[in-house]
């Protein structure tokens, strides 16, 4: 318990060190926002703000109440990338086959998968449906409608881990690795957009269930995450 008392102490060390070296009116950097490290297992369950900067738990572990589900548990991250970093980046650790909606990645409350929303602009989604992964772009898939996904990947996932990275108009994935830049391949406004007017530098985490509370998109098979900034 001692080494984890000196994390609050390192870190605030650092920022000390930061605020010091930088000079006046320097641009924000990610040296500070970089040390930010968050962790959830979701079976004991248990999470820890390692350096409490940038994750807030929305939707704390809770039991999942899909068949076959029983034993593991759900949760919602809200992600806020620190000023002067880029992206964020999400381990996944899985240690199942992963059965139905594992992980759903959005700009917006209102997520549930399959890309659009109710009522906002700011759409984007990464979703794994099974050991399908699939990227949705903004403003598509509104209410009803299902529109196809920019990319689709069949992946190996079970007793795996995937690396997931976000960014603004950019997301990347891998084992194999893959990257959609919505800069490079002219989709800007399609993709995440961090910042965005109405959730600033957020994007949303759904794990074992999709961002937006809906009964029939959960599942299981995510273990362990881990979140970190760059």
């Not at 994750?55 to 034993?71: A, I, K, M």
């Not at 109405?198 to 937006?212: C, E, P």
Request: with cysteine.
């Amino acid at each position: 318990m001692k080494g984890a008392r000196t994390v609050p102490i390192l870190a605030a060390t650092a920022l000390l060190l930061v605020v010091l070296a930088a000079p006046a009116g320097a641009q924000p950097t990610c040296t500070f926002g970089g040390l930010g490290l968050f962790f959830m297992d979701l079976k004991l369950p248990f999470s820890i703000n390692l350096v409490p900067i940038g994750v807030t738990v929305l939707s704390p572990p809770t039991l999942s109440t899909r068949q076959g589900c029983e034993d593991w548990y759900e949760a919602v991250l809200q992600i806020t990338i620190p000023d002067g970093c880029s992206q964020a980046n999400i381990w996944i650790e899985f240690t199942d086959f992963p059965r139905g909606w594992t992980i759903n990645l959005g700009d917006s409350l209102t997520n549930d998968g399959y890309g659009g929303a109710t009522s906002e602009g700011d759409n984007a989604e990464l979703q794994i449906h099974h050991d399908r992964l699939s990227v949705f772009p903004a403003l598509f898939g509104v209410g009803d409608d299902v529109f196809s996904p920019l990319a689709e990947h069949g992946l190996i996932l079970q007793d795996g881990s995937l690396k997931l990275t976000v960014g603004n108009q950019r997301v990347s994935w891998g084992p194999p690795y893959a990257v959609l830049d919505g800069g490079f391949l002219g989709l800007n406004t399609r993709l995440f957009s961090i910042p965005s007017d109405v959730d600033g530098r957020s994007v949303y985490l759904g794990v074992n269930r999709v961002i937006a509370d809906n009964e029939d998109r959960k599942g299981c098979g995510v273990r362990r995450v881990l979140v970190s900034f760059e």
